[in-house]
């Protein structure tokens, strides 16, 4: 780590935020106007929940689920047509089946666990390659890429956070409900505020964004111009 906020000889910019803040999306096009590589670190654990359900492993085995994390044989596939990356688990296309709110929710009940937290550090830390990443998750900028240049924090209100992701799943083609909606993601947040291991929280050094009035578009250069000023 060099004093420039260069890691391994790639910049790392952090997106950190509660469900529904539209960090996905706009890292996903941040990533592709910098022609930089993009770390969905929700898939991850969206991934080791999917697997233990597969694999009947209980939610509270933490010895059963940090090992299933160590040897997640887990695929991220960029897809030429523009339509975003294909994701496999053990061989199996579940691009679309790991965004459910249970898959979520499922998430985030193995993410609390730190034994699972540690299984999947180095996999994280190996999404990082010149020229840069753009890191999405809870704890980028507090535990996986401390040091990263650039670190944002977003959020929305609640209201706004359960609006898009309804429509969000609605356009998935998924079931979608707006009270369950509002209740799971207040349980989320709950939950992945209040954990002891990596709780939901903004880096000392981050720049807070509230995303509940402005578009994506407005975000997206919002942040590229912070990136802008402190890279020249
Ligand atoms: O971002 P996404 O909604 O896909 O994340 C699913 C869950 O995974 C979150 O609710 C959170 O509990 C967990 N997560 C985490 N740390 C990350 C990314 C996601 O704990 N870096």
Same mark, same amino acid.
């Given at each position: 780590?060099?004093?420039?906020?260069?890691?391994?000889?790639?910049?790392?910019?952090?997106?950190?935020?509660?469900?529904?803040?539209?960090?996905?999306?706009?890292?996903?096009?941040?990533?592709?106007?910098?022609?930089? #590589?993009?770390?969905?670190?929700?898939?991850?654990?969206?991934?080791?929940?999917?697997?233990?359900?597969?694999?009947?492993?209980?939610?509270?085995?933490?010895?059963?689920?940090?090992?299933?994390?160590?040897?997640?044989?887990?695929?991220?596939?960029?897809?030429?047509?523009?339509?975003?990356?294909?994701?496999?688990?053990?061989?199996?296309?579940? *691009? *679309?089946?790991?965004?459910?709110?249970?898959?979520?929710?499922?998430?985030?009940?193995?993410?609390?666990?730190?034994?699972?937290?540690?299984?999947?550090?180095? #996999?994280?830390?190996?999404?990082?390659?010149?020229?840069?990443?753009?890191?999405?998750?809870?704890?980028?900028? *507090?535990?996986?890429?401390?040091?990263?240049?650039?670190?944002?924090?977003?959020?929305?209100?609640?209201?706004?956070?359960?609006? #898009?992701?309804?429509?969000?799943?609605?356009?998935?083609?998924?079931?979608?409900?707006?009270?369950?909606?509002?209740?799971?993601?207040?349980?989320?947040?709950?939950?992945?505020?209040?954990?002891?291991?990596?709780?939901?929280?903004?880096?000392?050094?981050?720049?807070?964004?509230? *995303?509940?009035?402005?578009?994506?578009?407005?975000?997206?250069?919002?942040?590229?111009?912070?990136?802008?000023?402190?890279?020249?």
């Amino acid at each position: 780590m060099a004093e420039s906020g260069i890691e391994d000889g790639a910049y790392v910019i952090t997106i950190d935020g509660p469900s529904g803040s539209g960090k996905g999306t706009i890292s996903r096009l941040l990533a592709n106007e910098l022609g930089w #590589r993009f770390l969905d670190s929700g898939a991850l654990y969206r991934l080791v929940g999917l697997a233990a359900m597969s694999h009947a492993i209980a939610f509270d085995d933490e010895r059963g689920l940090a090992t299933l994390a160590a040897h997640l044989d887990v695929e991220f596939v960029s897809d030429d047509s523009g339509s975003g990356t294909k994701i496999f688990l053990e061989g199996e296309e579940v *691009t *679309t089946t790991i965004r459910s709110e249970a898959c979520g929710n499922n998430a985030s009940k193995v993410a609390a666990i730190q034994a699972v937290r540690d299984a999947l550090y180095e #996999r994280q830390r190996a999404f990082l390659v010149a020229p840069g990443l753009i890191a999405d998750g809870r704890d980028m900028g *507090t535990v996986i890429f401390p040091d990263a240049r650039l670190k944002i924090f977003l959020t929305a209100s609640l209201e706004e956070r359960a609006s #898009r992701r309804y429509k969000q799943l609605k356009q998935k083609g998924l079931d979608a409900n707006l009270s369950a909606l509002l209740e799971e993601l207040a349980e989320r947040d709950e939950r992945d505020m209040n954990r002891s291991s990596a709780p939901l929280v903004a880096a000392d050094d981050a720049v807070s964004i509230d *995303t509940s009035n402005m578009s994506i578009d407005e975000v997206v250069a919002k942040v590229s111009d912070l990136w802008q000023r402190i890279s020249v």
